[in-house]
């Protein structure tokens, strides 16, 4: 029992550590997500483009397309695997869970597992 306690504790840490439990975060507007910096939320909004540089990066972009953007989804190349083809979700109302920052005074939430990017309701 008590191994199963630790166990489901250590699972619930990793969870929302990589963002894996969007029904318990709060959702937020694209245009609203700079007001929450810091905070792991939801960011609902349309994916204007999907931007996929040389290097692998991925960039969806809402609201409109860079560099006019209002939030920014970001796949570095090394978690680009976990994501099957990016560019579906271009023109799609989506939701991204995890923690929003701020990158040259852009908000932005880094995605590391496919279950942080779904589409919206």
Do not use: C
Request: avoid cysteine.
């Amino acid at each position: 029992m008590r191994v199963q306690v630790l166990l489901l504790a250590i699972l619930t840490g990793l969870f929302a550590a990589v963002g894996e439990a969007p029904a318990q975060q709060r959702v937020v507007r694209d245009s609203e997500a700079a007001s929450h910096v810091g905070e792991s939320v939801t960011v609902e909004g349309t994916v204007a483009n999907v931007h996929v540089t040389r290097s692998g990066t991925t960039f969806l972009n809402f609201g409109a397309a860079y560099p006019k953007q209002t939030f920014t989804a970001v796949i570095f190349s090394s978690a680009a695997s976990r994501f099957t083809n990016p560019q579906q979700w271009e023109g799609k109302r989506v939701r991204v869970t995890g923690k929003v920052r701020l990158y040259r005074d852009r908000p932005e939430i880094v995605l590391e597992a496919a279950s942080q990017l779904a589409a919206a309701p």
